[in-house]
């Protein structure tokens, strides 16, 4: 198991950018597939995008690409979410989610049913 912590969601205006970071607690995570996740009231979660902590690779959702960037910090053990040219329809609670993967292998999952590790969830609001 992987405990994850969450931060950066605020409220911010349409157009803003943001930086939400998911530290592990207690462990590293080499040979995890990290993702984040978003979901608004009313609506199922949706994968937002996912990085294979080992290899580097990483995959996003249509409505996301372009603006956001995840990325890695190995000296923190933390993976960040970029996000920029922010929309209000980019509302929504942010989850960082976890799972083990075989090493070599490229494939980031985009099911949420697939993560075992979640964090508590981060706000993001952004305003018209």
């Known amino acids: 198991q992987v405990q994850l912590v969450e931060s950066g969601g605020r409220l911010v205006q349409a157009g803003d950018s943001l930086r939400l970071s998911c530290e592990a607690a207690?462990?590293?995570?080499?040979?995890?597939?990290v993702s984040w996740f978003r979901q608004a009231p009313g609506k199922e979660r949706e994968f937002v995008a996912g990085?294979?902590?080992?290899?580097?690779?990483?995959a996003y959702a249509d409505s996301v690409s372009g603006r956001f960037t995840i990325s890695r910090d190995s000296s923190e053990n933390t993976v960040h979410l970029r996000m920029n040219s922010l929309k209000p329809e980019d509302t929504a609670d942010y989850y960082c989610?976890?799972?083990?993967?075989?090493?070599?292998?490229?494939?980031?999952?985009?099911?949420?049913?697939?993560?075992?590790?979640w964090g508590q969830g981060t706000q993001v609001t952004v305003s018209a």
């Open positions: 989610a976890a799972c083990w993967a075989v090493p070599t292998t490229v494939y980031i999952t985009t099911t949420p049913i697939d993560y075992d590790n």
């Open positions: 207690g462990r590293t995570f080499a040979n995890y597939t």
């Open positions: 990085l294979r902590w080992s290899l580097g690779t990483t």
